[in-house]
């Protein structure tokens, strides 16, 4: 058996579609493309940072973003993601295991916060990017008292921005405010029903948004539509900007955040965006 086809067999094996992925053929191309040109493979997954919500209308909104990334979305599947990373290793050694901080959802879906604050909007935002230094820092430490023993790539997803729009001259707010002004054009109305509607169950005790008095409709209608835009361009520059990666799905419901990532990739580059579910599928959850 070859490398490809040995790698093949474990990611069916730890996928929870198994031989039903719909992605096989792509994931498939990616691994080939990989191995064949001697480059990491590099398997990804999202996670964001641990909140406190009811900051997030405060006049310190930065304080939003917690500092402790105890009970973080990686608790139940970072050492399941660890075993596999290294299982996949054994047969190609390049293998690599990445984080990634989406760490800009203040920014690109809960903008109606900054009605409230007073000031310049540049410091506002040198006071975000602290935070979200000071939680990778963190979330590295977390990581490796998790005794995995395999090396761990964290990656913030503001400083990717960042990066890219210095070295390629794309600037992925651009992107961004083109998808949400077009958003019926990438995103099914009845998703983003469903999604408003499961947002709504989030506010009070046990909500994500434990904390916050939930905002009227107009806002939370704002919220899904900027969502559902973000993970457009997302899924776009993973595809464009990381060579090699194949996205794990960690959030719930899991289809309809692997949908949320296929529009613009489909329009702009003519297939999917690859996923794989080696963190299960739920459909009923939200996260």
């Known amino acids: 058996m070859s490398k490809i086809e040995s790698i093949m067999e474990i990611i069916k094996k730890f996928d929870a579609k198994g031989d039903q992925n719909e992605f096989l053929k792509l994931i498939l191309r990616r691994v080939s493309l990989a191995v064949n040109q001697d480059n990491p493979l590099i398997f990804t997954t999202f996670t964001c940072s641990t909140i406190s919500s009811a900051k997030i209308f405060s006049n310190k909104p930065w304080e ?44 690109y879906i809960y903008t109606q916060q900054f009605l409230a604050v007073e000031g310049n909007i540049g410091e506002l935002w040198t006071r975000f990017a602290q935070r979200w230094e000071s939680y990778c820092t963190a979330l590295k430490v977390w990581l490796k008292d998790q005794a995995l023993n395999v090396e761990i790539d964290v990656v913030s997803w503001y400083e990717f921005e960042k990066e890219i729009e210095q070295t390629q001259s794309e600037a992925f707010k651009q992107e961004y405010l083109d998808v949400f002004n077009n958003i019926e054009r990438y995103a099914k109305e009845s998703d983003m029903s469903w999604e408003l509607k499961k947002l709504k169950s989030q506010f009070g005790k046990g909500g994500y948004f434990n904390g916050l008095e939930q905002p009227g409709d107009v806002i939370l209608k704002d919220w899904v539509r900027r969502k559902f835009a973000e993970y457009a361009v997302q899924a776009l520059w993973i595809r464009q900007y990381m060579p090699n990666v194949l996205l794990i799905q960690n959030e719930k419901p899991s289809d309809l955040r692997t949908n949320m990532y296929q529009s613009l990739v489909r329009e702009r580059c003519n297939e999917a965006f690859p996923i794989l579910y080696f963190c299960g599928v739920d459909n009923q959850g939200y996260q």
Do not use: H
């Open 64 to 107: 939003y973003v917690s500092l402790d990334p105890q009970g973080n979305n990686l608790t139940a599947d970072i050492k399941r993601l660890a075993e596999i990373t290294k299982a996949v290793q054994k047969v190609y050694p390049k293998t690599r295991l990445q984080i990634i901080i989406g760490n800009t959802d203040p920014y």
